[in-house]
């Protein structure tokens, strides 16, 4: 997807009404790219589905449950993990992404390229173990 | 007079969420077909200037001390006894540290992108020591999965993706595809190569394939290149005979057989590109395009030559040691 004016416009105003809200500015000004990085910067968001797993590099090859997406912003960059199993991200420029990404007002949820992301203080538990979470032990 | 303000902000703000999921929607619903994966091997960009690159550990402890000579052996008899790579340094990280950047955790070892990319990033790797929460069967046998894991994570740091990625990698493979994705196909199809998650021995068993060392060295050279005398940094100038043309800069790093330029334009636009340099300070043609249609070509020496501009015509440089 090209860059989009639209997009640019209507993911930049909700974030800009709300901080003028905040400042009691007057005026509402689209928050430049830095302070959109610096507000967006160690936040992570991931897109569940149910029964979604993956095949772990470890010696086992152990299937393991997963979440579907996980972006993390850092820094100038978002990195594009796929799965939990995945150990090489996708690194974006945060500036060539914008036409692809929509940030609600509060910024708890993101849409990027069609898929929607909720955002997570912390790593989602997934079992009981935590992460780790082997779906069959034989090996594949 | 606030109360109202800030009622009509609400409503603004509602408005606008019901209008961005709107569009979201009909985006949704449009076919787009940037979508299309591009699923290859190495990552062009992420190819790494020099041949002497940095790493650090980012945590400030002795802890780990064995761990961290598995991964600096299994390096080293892999990726670097195979190529013209040094990885150098090994200390602990400071601030601004540049080079690789290890954390160590105990999640899925990973990077957080492919090859240069990850130059100075702060825990750009991270590797597992202990695996009691992640994987836990290795926590039987550290060394084994340490070594292979540092092999195969290595490999993403040097700039190579996933070989189960590839367009031409057999379907049950690509039931595995995930990562970054390269976009240069090196070598054909291998299924035993450590970056393969197909390979029916684990990582390889932190062995480099025959065609690892293959693409390795179309990258990072042979090992034990002999240096070569023009080894160093160069700064040049191209000059053209068409007055309108300003003149561009360009510096050569060379490294035994290697040769790297970059040109600077007066409007600040980088292009980069490699070739090879014979002993005698010879390239074989080093051609810097900063589009497809824009481009130029040096030809001659290090020392000075000719040069053949897509919109300058013919020009001639002279280079500097630094």
């Known amino acids: 997807m090209k860059l989009n004016f639209f997009h640019i416009l209507f993911f930049l105003l909700p974030i800009a009404t709300e901080i003028h809200a905040q400042t009691g500015a007057s005026s ?35 299937i393991i449950k997963s979440w579907k997406n996980k972006i993390e912003f850092k820094e100038e960059r978002i990195l594009v993990w796929g799965s939990l199993c995945n150990d090489s991200a ?51 | 007079m606030s109360l109202e303000k800030g009622q009509f902000m609400r409503f603004s703000h509602t408005l606008l969420g019901l209008l961005l999921l709107l569009i979201a929607l009909l985006s949704v619903a449009k076919e787009n077909l940037d979508q299309c994966p591009d699923q290859l091997y190495a990552l062009k960009s992420g190819i790494w200037k020099s041949l002497e690159i940095p790493v650090c550990w980012e945590e400030q402890t002795q802890k780990f001390e064995k761990q961290r000579q598995w991964v600096q052996d299994a390096v080293k008899g892999s990726w670097e006894k195979n190529s013209a790579l040094h990885f150098v340094g090994w200390g602990n990280c400071q601030s ?14 990973h990077t957080e992108g492919l090859g240069s990319e990850l130059d100075g990033l702060k825990n750009g790797m991270v590797l597992n020591f202990t695996f009691l929460k992640w994987s836990q ?8 999965c340490i070594k292979d894991i540092a092999v195969h994570e290595f490999g993403h740091a040097l700039g190579f993706s996933h070989e189960q990625n590839r367009p031409d990698a057999p379907k049950r493979c690509k039931m595995d595809s995930q990562g970054s994705d390269g976009d240069l196909l090196v070598t054909p199809y291998d299924l035993n190569s450590v970056m393969n998650y197909c390979n029916p021995k684990w990582q390889g068993d932190g062995t480099l394939s025959t065609l690892d060392i293959k693409g390795l060295q179309s990258f990072y050279g042979k090992p034990n290149s002999i240096s070569n005398r023009f080894d160093g ?74 040069t053949l501009s897509t919109d300058c015509g013919c020009g001639f440089y002279k280079f500097k040691k630094l």
């Open chain 2, 137 to 144: 069967s290795c926590s039987t046998e550290l060394e084994y």
């Open chain 2, 96 to 109: 601004g540290s540049k080079g690789l950047r290890i954390g160590v955790q105990d999640v899925g070892p």
């Open chain 2, 233 to 306: 940094n160069w700064m040049g100038t191209l000059t053209y005979s068409d007055p309108g043309c300003v003149s561009d800069k360009v510096s050569i790093t060379v490294e035994g057989n290697s040769a790297f330029g970059k040109l600077t334009t007066p409007d600040g636009r980088t292009a980069t590109a490699k070739s090879n340099i014979d002993d005698s300070g010879n390239f074989s043609n080093l051609t810097i395009k900063l589009s497809n249609d824009d481009s130029i070509t040096l030809k001659g020496g290090i020392l000075g030559g000719r």
């Open chain 1, 28 to 62: 509402a000004e689209p928050p430049t790219n830095a302070s959109l990085t610096e507000m967006l910067n160690g936040r992570n968001y991931f897109h569940f589905s149910k029964n979604f797993s993956c095949r772990s590099n470890d010696p086992r090859h152990t």
């Open chain 1, 90 to 140: 996708k690194s974006i420029p945060f500036a060539s992404i914008k036409g692809d990404l929509f940030i609600s007002s509060d910024l708890r949820l993101i849409i990027y390229k069609k898929q929607v992301l909720v955002y997570k203080e912390k790593e989602p538990i997934l079992c009981e173990e935590g992460q780790w979470c082997p779906l069959k032990k034989d090996n594949l």
